[in-house]
């Protein structure tokens, strides 16, 4: 749907979009591979619904390029998002993830606070597991022939598909298991930027590896070739990280 919000088709299919504004975008499907938007929001809470969806998008395939100076506002002014800016510089974007963090952990515990045992002495039988971000990782293995140095890169999305990427795959998600079995996401697209790493959840422990591959990835040699030439890039990253946690502790 034409307008202001809109689509640069390097949708991952990830389905982040979809989840918050269900209304305006199309569905993802076997047949439908791309986000885009097939009404534009015209209620205020629509409006807020796309702005979301363009936040979450994780290869940034969703943008505004209105000229609305309350939906730039809501953007951040930031160039992430927006086509034009608005003179001054970044604004801060409400940090509504955080929020819905704080709902969710509040009902989990109202959900634990009820699971008491009947009589003083009877032990229930519910048992809880905190699951953490990479937990979600185990569904999708590493690539063994990746590891270099103790780094290893899992593939989410295919990078092997010559039917869909006749000329080799451009882009791509997945994510790093450091030497200290940490995992962190990690979406690469070619080019020859540095490395560097983001928080979009404003925490931690939810960061996102963007690094730039030289060149299309075609085959498995393809990924082992590119995978080595950014792992410098992230030992780098990587051990600025931990040396800031140990001085904040």
């Known amino acids: 749907m034409p307008g202001p919000f809109y689509t640069t088709g390097d949708c991952l ?4 979009p979809e989840h918050e504004a269900p209304e305006l975008l199309a569905p993802l499907s076997d047949d439908n591979y791309d986000t885009y938007f097939v009404r534009q929001p015209t209620t205020p809470d629509e409006v807020e619904r796309a702005c979301r969806a363009l ?10 390029g ?25 604004i801060p974007r409400p940090d509504w993830l955080a929020e819905e963090r704080r709902l969710a952990d509040t009902s989990n515990n109202d959900i634990r606070a009820t699971q008491i045992p009947d009589q003083p002495n009877q032990e229930t039988k519910t048992e809880s597991k905190d699951y953490s971000f990479s937990d979600w990782f185990d569904g999708f293995p590493l690539v063994e022939e990746t590891r270099i140095d103790g780094w290893c890169y899992g593939p989410i999305t295919e990078f092997n598909e010559p039917e ?3 000329n080799g795959c451009e882009s791509g998600s997945g994510y790093v298991e450091a030497p200290d079995g940490s995992r962190t996401s990690l979406v690469w697209s070619t080019g020859s930027f540095a490395a560097k790493c983001e928080f979009p959840l404003g925490d931690q422990s939810s960061g996102v590896y963007e690094v730039a591959f030289p060149k299309p990835v075609r085959n498995l040699h393809d990924l082992v070739e590119c995978f ?12 600025r990280q931990r ?3 140990m001085w904040l502790r």
């Open 13 to 16: 299919a990830c389905d982040a």
């Open 55 to 64: 936040e979450v998008c994780c290869v940034a395939a969703l943008r505004y």
């Open 66 to 90: 209105g000229t609305d100076p309350e939906i730039i506002r809501r953007l951040g002014n930031d160039s992430d998002y927006c086509d034009r800016l608005l003179p001054g510089g970044p």
């Open 164 to 166: 869909c990427h006749p």
């Open 228 to 239: 080595k030439s950014v792992v410098p890039q992230l030992q780098t990253i990587h051990a």
């Open 243 to 245: 040396n800031r946690e």
